[in-house]
């Protein structure tokens, strides 16, 4: 195949050719990852499949070329420097092998510099198993000459993102968040706020999964309680989302930034300035203003269905509920009595409980917190148990749907009723008309310990230290009222 070379109005270059080739005779400056890249994630199994597709090439073509697709590149001449938008992997993956074959660099144009700590673990990693195993070297080093790409260059960066999201999104080739991070990094001019909110962005990503895979976070911050807790209203339009939901709410929907420094505000519960009115005589009245800085990114003066800003507004955001969710479930120093008896109680009851009535119940955990900090969790956490444990001793199988269909069959959405409530008693005065139509409490007849509805009756009988069930209506408030007398002991 020979190289080929189209100009498109002078802002697209189109080049077919090898990595050596591009970055010796075509590239004008060295590469760079810029801060919105994801980091490097191949693993050894990754590049393992890639080095058995190149000897099979081999060995069944060997006079074709081996294609790897486009690598999609931003000349950018401000800076010096062409920045990979797409095809970081590959040109990793490749630079690796190519130094365990030959000791050097393919170019010194592709000296790439990492400082996330996964990119650099998953490097070693394949390094050390390269080195080790080297019955591949002969014959990659012969097909190695041949791996060619498309090189797509442009010099105007909305253009290049404009490849980007077309090719990735339509793709599905990356995840949503993945995107939403690109989308949001370009969105900052200033070239330090932007590596300010990369390296949170890689701070958040390090966070430990409460439902999902290891290392996966980020996604289930998204798609399991953020997106959730925005959207889920009223009671027709409830429904699961799918990364178009994601991409609208995060990306389509946010509003533009006023500049890199500043973000909008919007009253709720975390930015009340006033904290006291006062009658200084007949007529007048002061108002007591609180006068703080914000210590800890979960204080950040947010709630979390305000319209978001794009840019840094959006880092923010996503870093206050990622530390939200990590004080309330994760967080292994914990100074908060309320919160140590959420989370007891959680690990004790909830943490091994349905996934889909988990997440519902996490979901609400987050807004209740959000919308009243401390005040009343632990007894939140007992009254919301009280009614989604009667859906899980009601139900064989909790289906996807089971949190859906709690949402919907009252007059009142709970998600909204916390969103809308001035104190937490109107909580859980929505909280206690729900349990006035339970009745499995009385009539359940399930062995405690066996199957899954039975290992659940185990857990909360056990926490509270009961035999049955028998006038639970009255626990979960006498257990707070016996908390309480106890700290004042």
Known sequence: MEIGKIDIINEVNVEVSTLERFFKLKSAYPIGIDTYQRPYVWNVEKVKELINDLIDHLDSQPNIPYYMGNILLHQNDKRKKLFIIDGQQRITTLSIIYYMLNGNLIDEKIAIEFDSPISIKNIKNIQMYLNQH???????????????????????????????????????KLEPTDLLKAYHLRGIDDIKVQENCAKSWESIQSYESIIGRKGKFINELFNKYLWRARCWRGQKHIRIENDEDILNEFMRNTKLKNDDYAIQLYPNFNNSYGIELKIEDSENYKVQVKNENYQGDHKLPFTIRQPISKGLGYFLYSKKYSEVIHLLFTDKNIHSIEIKRFRIFYNSVWKNTSQYLKELFIIATIMYYDKFGEKELFRFSLWLDHVFGAIRLNKQNVVKQAPLIFLTEEDNNLLDVISQAFIPEEVFEFLKFCSKKIDIYQSEQIEAGKGVRGEYKFRILNYYSKDSFENKESWMDQLVEENNNANKI
């Open 134 to 172: 080297d019955n591949w070297k002969e014959k990659v080093s012969l097909m190695f000459p041949k791996i060619q790409f498309t090189f797509i260059t442009t010099f105007l960066e909305d253009l290049a993102f404009t490849f980007f999201d077309t090719q990735n999104y339509r793709g599905v």
